[in-house]
């Protein structure tokens, strides 16, 4: 039996997840849940997976919790930035699902990688953010990270064995690998006249044609910043060079990514988009195990279709790419300067447009400064979000 910690369990990844190990409750046990605010859906796992300890990040929530519990629980019930580190850390945890969405969920997965705990990597922050460090520390203390997003792990799954054992400091070229293709279907709005963007609301911006996820990595997908991070993403787990990989435009999001070999050979993983098969594959991993997803029907998927990403289109992309060939600085800016934008467009206070933007003047105030420590990075993320927050000041006075 394995013992999972779930960070972010009433979140989109955190709930499949928990829907695949209920699947397989003979060989995991969600010991641990992990949420901010939502007392109720947390009530309802609790009761549900039975949970040895139930953590709220937020004090008051935590509180509420315990009184919904009834007398007759188990379930310990505890908040605080200390009890997280302890929950992540304890010798009873054998592997950790990080899926809390944005910087919040760097402090835990990091802390979790140090003791050595198998990590299920679902939080894009702390490889854009803390990319080397991340990596550095995994290597040292032997932690095994496997990638959770669909198109990492669609990477992953077309790589040689002795790769995938080498994450963060593989060679690709030694292996006779010449690309990494990251597919992205382009979001809601890959056909929508350019000139109408500034119409577009915080509602159509969540409708993703083709996965269910949470508003903010919904309006991620909408400006393909989360195609962006991903980029990141890849440069580190895979130890890519700019040259070796490449962003393709595929909208049935069939094809979840592909690796190409120098004999010209392309090995790709493909798969009907529900985050259940990744995640599988990753709680189980070597092996395979039930995820609950429908096996891929090729006569309904019909045709398959490919194009190159339009940054006129997708300036946040375009950012990203080039956030990542400038170093560790550009890359956590950048991503603390998205968090705040998004947030202020989904609640409706600046243009859909504003958050490329927004994400522009911060890239272009970037000064190079040493980042050795996770304290450095933390340090620059706060300075990156209160500049992002003076341009959007900015443009709230200029409307």
């Known amino acids: 039996m ?23 409750a003979e060989k995991f046990y969600a010991h641990t849940l992990v949420a901010n605010t939502n007392v109720e859906k947390m009530l309802a796992l609790c009761v549900k997976h039975k949970p040895k300890i139930a953590h709220m990040v937020c004090e008051a929530s935590a509180l509420k919790l315990q009184k919904r519990l009834t007398s007759s629980s188990d379930i310990e019930v505890t908040t605080g930035v200390d009890n997280l580190i302890a929950h992540v850390t304890s010798n009873s945890i ?35 953010m803390s990319g080397r460090l991340f990596m550095e520390a995994a290597r040292a203390s032997g932690s095994v990270i496997l990638p959770v997003d669909s198109e990492h792990n669609a990477i992953f799954q077309c790589l040689p064995e002795q790769v995938q054992s080498e994450l963060g400091h593989c060679n690709l070229a030694s292996h006779g690998i010449s690309h990494v293709l990251l597919t992205g279907s382009g979001g809601p709005f890959l056909t929508r006249e350019i000139s109408t963007f500034t119409d577009i609301t915080p509602e159509q911006a969540c409708k993703h044609p083709n996965w269910s996820m949470g508003q903010k990595i919904s309006v991620d997908s909408a400006t393909m ?19 070796q990989l490449q962003v393709v435009i595929h909208p ?82 950048l991503n603390a300067a998205n968090e705040i934008a998004v947030a202020a467009f989904l609640e409706n206070k600046i243009a859909f447009t504003d958050i490329a933007k927004v994400n522009q003047a911060c890239m272009s105030g970037v000064v190079k400064s040493q980042l050795d420590t996770i304290g450095d990075i933390i340090e620059l993320d706060i300075e990156a979000r209160i500049m992002a927050q003076a341009e959007i000041d900015k443009l709230l006075k200029g409307h």
């Open 2 to 24: 394995e013992n999972l910690v779930v960070l972010g369990a009433t979140g989109s990844i955190g709930t499949n997840t928990l829907d695949v190990v209920g699947r397989n």
């Open 252 to 333: 049935q999001s069939v094809i979840h990514s592909m690796v190409q070999y120098r004999d010209g050979s392309v090995v790709a993983q493909m798969g009907n988009p529900d985050m259940r098969t990744p995640i599988a594959h990753c709680l189980s991993y070597p092996k395979r195990i039930s995820s609950g997803v429908e096996p891929l029907d090729f006569f309904k998927v019909g045709q398959l279709s490919f194009s190159e990403p339009d940054y006129e289109r997708f300036p946040c992309l375009k950012l990203a790419i080039e956030a990542c060939e400038q170093g560790q600085e550009a890359t956590t800016v």
């Open 94 to 128: 054998d592997t950790v699902m990080a899926a809390i969405v944005g910087a919040a969920g760097l402090i835990p997965t990091y802390e979790a990688v140090k003791a050595g705990k198998k990590i299920l990597l679902a939080n894009k922050e702390s490889l854009v």
């Open 225 to 243: 910043m989360n195609k962006g991070l991903e980029y990141i993403e890849a440069k580190w787990l895979f130890n890519t060079s700019p040259k």
